[in-house]
C-alpha cells in the first residue's frame, strides 16, 4: 500500500457520546461541509422525523411528506381490512400490505433526503419555475 | 459497427447521430477524428465546441445492477458509490420533480420500479404486488437497459410512488456508468447478462424488523403489529421471486444481528458479511492477512482501544450456491477513527488509490446510517472495487483496437 499524506487527523478524539464518527475535528474533504446537529441517528431505535418539518424547504414538498403519510394511514387501514379472518392468505391482503410498504418506503426515502442530504427534491424544478404555488417556500419552522 | 453519438449538454434535444467503423487505422483517436452533421448541415468543429457536448461511443457503458427490497433511492449506498467517482448524484434538471433517477458526472441510477407494468391500479386489480414480475416489464427493460450500455439514449418512464402512477416517460442518456437499482434487476436473465457487475443486499429478517420499527413508528398509522403484519404479508412473494437472485450476484452484503451481545434483538450492532465471488474478471476480492485462508481477527487489544462490544472480524473461502467465495465479515461497530483507520491498513485488495481512501470515503458520509459498521465499510469498499472494474474494462476496450491495428 502506497503511503501518501492524509489529513491531520486527531487520532486520540473518541466521539463515545456520540455513535458516529464527526468530521468536526478535520478540514473539510471537499464534500457537505453542513454543520453536524445533535439529532438522534437513524440507525437508533427511536425513530427519526416523522411529523411535519424537518427540512422541506417548498410548499409542493410539504404537500407530498402530508399525502403520504395520507396514504400510510389510509393502506394500514385497508389492509387491516383485507387481511381479516379468512382473507389472511388472500392476495388483496399481500397487495394491500405491499402498498403500505411502497408508501412508507416513499415517505421514509423523502424523509432521509431532507433531513440528512439535506436536499428538497423541488430543489431544480422551483429554480426554474419559482413562481408556481408548489414552490412557495417556507421560513424556518412556519407551519 | 461501434456507433458514436454527441449529446449537447445544455439542450436535452439536440443529437447528431454518427457512426464510425470499429475497424479503422486510426486507433485510439477515432474519436477525435469525427466530423460532426447537424440536420445535414456541416458544421465545423469549432462551431460546436462553444456549446458544452460529450461524445458517447457504444460500449463504454459499465452497467451495475444492485438489488434490495428497500425501494429506490437506496441514496446512502448510491452517493458512496457516486462520490468515489467525484460528483454528487443529482436528480435530472428540469424534469419531472418526481423521477427516481440520479445523475452524476460519471453515474447514473435508474429505478427499476419505472418498469413496472402496472400501476398502483393496476396491480391492485389483478391482485400482484409490486414483487410480482407480472407486475413488471422485463422486455422493456432489456431493451432499455441494452440501449444505454450500447450507447443509445432512450425514453425512460418514470414510475411515481407518491400517486402511484405512471408518468410521462424522460430522456435518459448513456452515462459512463449506468447502476439499475431496484427488486428485479437480476431476474431476467437477458438483463443478467448485460451486468458488468451485480451487488445482493441481503437483510436478514431480525434486522429488516428491527429497521422497519424505526423507520415506521414515527407514522400516525403504524403500529408494531402492522409493521409485523406487512413484513409477514410480503415474505412469500419475496422469498418466491426476489430472494433467489443473490445466487446470481457477484457480491452479497448480508447483514445479520450481532453475535458479540448475547440476546441482543435491538438491531442497533450489525454483524455484516461482504460474499465476494471469485472468479469473476476484473473483480478481486478483498481479503484479511492471507487470501485463500480462514483468518478471526480482533484488532482491539494492546495497540487499538475499542469500547463495548468491540469488533470482530473473520475472513474465509466458503461455498455460496454452489458458488466458490470469499467471505469477509465485521462485527461490531467503530466508535473512533483510529479504529476505522487500522482496520482498513490491514485490510488487502482494496481497489484504493491511496492509503486511507476507505476511512476518507466513510468520514465524508459519516451523517448517513451505517457509517460506524460493516454495511458502510462494505458498501465503500464494494465502490471502489466498482471504480477498479470500470478503470479495467475501459482499459482493456482501449487497447482493443490497438491489437486490431497489429494484426
Redesign the interface.
Known sequence: MASSSITPLNLSSSFSSRPILSPSTITSLGAATRRQEKRPRAATVKAMGGGGGGGAKYKGTKMREARLREIIEEKVAEAKEACEGEAAASAECRVAWDEVEEASQAKAHLRLKLEVLRQDPLESFCGDNPETDECHVFDGDEE | MAVCTVYTTQSLHSTSSISTPSKTHLGFNQKKQILFYNSGKRVANRGITTVPWVIRCSGDTVVIGLAAD????K??FM?RLT?VFGG?A?????GN??SNTLISDTTTVICLDDYHSLD?TG??EK?????DPRANDFDLMYEQVKALKEGKAVDKPIYN??T?LLDPPELTKPPKILVIEGLHPMFDQRVRDLLDFSIYLDISNEVKF?W???????????SLE?IK??IE??K??FEAYIDPQKQYADAVIEVLPTRLIPGDN?G?ILRVKLIMKEGVKYFSPVYLFDEGSTISWIPCGRKLTC?YPGIKFTYGPETYFGHEVSVLEMDG??????E??YVE?HLSNLS?K???EV??Q???????????NGTGLFQTIVGLKIRDLYEQITASKAAAPLEATKA
Open positions: 428497500s425501494g429506490c433511492g441514496s446512502t452517493r462520490s454528487a443529482e436528480p435530472p434538471k428540469g420533480p418526481d398502483r396491480r391492485k391482485g400482484v404486488t409490486a414483487l410512488h407518491v402511484g428491527a422497519k420499527i424505526q423507520r415506521d413508528m414515527a407514522e400516525r398509522g403504524h402492522s403484519a406487512s404479508a410480503r412469500p412473494d435491538e442497533k469500547s461497530q467503530f466508535d473512533r477513527l483510529d476505522l483507520i491498513s484504493s491511496f492509503y486511507g476511512t476518507q466513510m468520514l465524508k458520509h459519516s451523517e448517513f446510517p451505517g457509517s460506524n
